[in-house]
């Protein structure tokens, strides 16, 4: 997933999106997630950052990803909307 | 640096709910590292808030009202200008413009500046004219025509569907759900502004607007696009943000490229969720949230009143996106002697 490249991320976690003017707020994983992508990680090295990070298990982790990924995706901060 | 003292009168006080240009115009000039302006507001009604910010206007006249004609506006430009000796004039409403561009030569001979646009340039972005303007200029506009009649109404289901946008040809644009929403706003802005009455196609999106600075050369000296974030129930801005939006700088480009817009300008684009982009008006003047221009680093008003006299302008090169205006309310107390010596001195 790619996240736009002028999406702007503070450490306390406010999202802006200068394109559209939209902002939002994230929570510390969430942020680490944004962040992950914006570096050009992928779901994978994410997952794998996730289950080494919190106490759960794979299945949680990837369906709570999953969740947050399409939200991302519906709040238009991915590539795949820009093109769309 | 010395700053040039200059005298400056701009209209549009009305800091309403639907506010004026006239106060951020003033702002961004009092924020000028060019110029040390003195500011005599021109108003048209003893409640325009503007005539009552003494730290913003120095002095206020009346003015005659659009309708009375230029030679009446003359008359008062005169005697205003016989006591302060006006440098620049800014107009920042829509229906003095004819009058202003039509009494422009005249008031530069009494050297009284402006930077407005021509007539033809005036008289081709109006609403009634919006799709001929849109394909001279490569611009998409949504479909639309005039009526005059409430009669016509009825033909409008078969050619527009609903919803519809019922507007003015000056102010106030509504959207019309059915044929008696449609007929009365027909009534409601027919009262107001008079006709004809545009009927446009509802284009579905998010509206992103631009102020802008064209050189009348064919250059856009600068420009800022915004995204209300809060709006008010007449549909006017209460908070925006600045937007980074290269599609829509290339729109406002080509367009002043194409035509060679003269002064101040405000695009009114809906941007689809295709990221189509198409007009559904273009102010001929600031509109009232410029100011939101100078905060994010581009002195719209400033820039004008160096070409109005004559000086060359770099166009700006940048501007902060994300920087946001909020607009407030203020109860200003007034004493009653002032809002008396307005009413029936005309200046204060």
């Known amino acids: ?84 | 640096m010395n700053k040039r003292k200059l005298t400056i009168a701009v209209t549009g006080l009305n800091n309403i709910d639907s506010p004026g240009p006239g106060i951020p115009v003033i702002r961004a000039l009092k924020d000028s590292t060019k110029f040390d302006v003195r500011i005599i507001g021109l108003s048209y009604d003893a409640l325009e808030p503007g005539i009552y910010m003494h730290d913003l206007v120095d002095k206020t006249y009346q003015i005659p009202l659009p309708s009375a004609g230029q030679q009446s506006l003359l008359t008062r430009l005169t005697y205003i200008h016989n006591t302060e000796k006006i440098d620049v004039i800014i107009p920042n409403f829509d229906a003095e413009l004819y009058n202003f561009i039509k009494l422009q030569d005249t008031l530069k001979e009494m050297g009284i500046h402006s930077f407005l646009p021509t007539l033809n340039q005036f008289e081709e972005r109006q609403k009634w004219s919006l799709p001929e303007f849109g394909s001279k200029y490569g611009i998409e506009v949504p479909k639309s025509k005039m009526i005059h009649s409430i009669a016509e109404v009825h033909t409008l289901a078969y050619e527009f569907g609903y919803p519809l946008v019922v507007k003015g040809k000056f102010y106030d644009a509504s959207v019309a759900y059915s044929p008696d929403q449609a007929m009365g706003y027909f009534n409601k802005i027919n009262s107001k502004w008079g006709l004809p009455i545009i009927i446009q196609q509802y284009t579905q999106g998010t509206e992103v607007n631009l102020t802008g600075i064209g050189d009348g050369k064919g250059n856009l000296i600068g420009a800022v696009p915004m995204r209300k974030t809060y709006i008010t129930d007449k549909g006017k801005a209460w908070a925006g943000v600045a937007l980074e939006d290269p599609k829509l700088m290339d729109i406002a480009k080509q367009l002043v490229k194409g035509n060679k817009w003269r002064g101040g300008f405000e695009l009114e684009m809906i941007r689809t969720t295709k990221n189509e982009y198409y007009l559904i008006e273009i102010n001929p003047r600031f509109p009232a949230w410029v100011y939101l221009a100078v905060g994010s680093g581009q002195n719209h008003p400033e820039a004008l009143v160096q070409m109005a006299l004559g000086e060359n302008v770099a166009p700006f090169e940048s501007y902060a996106s994300g920087k946001m205006f909020v607009r407030y309310s203020y109860d200003q107390i007034v004493d009653l002697k002032e809002f008396e010596t307005i009413s029936t001195m005309g200046e204060l």
């Open chain 1, 1 to 84: 997933m790619k996240i736009l490249k002028n999406i702007a991320l503070s450490d306390t976690g406010f999202v802006f999106n200068p394109s559209t003017g939209d902002s939002f707020s994230v929570n510390p994983i969430g942020l680490s997630i944004l962040k992950d992508f914006k570096d050009g990680k992928s779901e994978a090295d994410i997952k794998k950052r996730l289950l080494s990070e919190y106490q759960t298990d794979r299945e949680t982790i990837e369906k709570d990803l999953y969740d947050f990924m399409k939200m991302i995706e519906q709040l238009h901060l991915t590539e795949y909307h820009e093109q769309a």
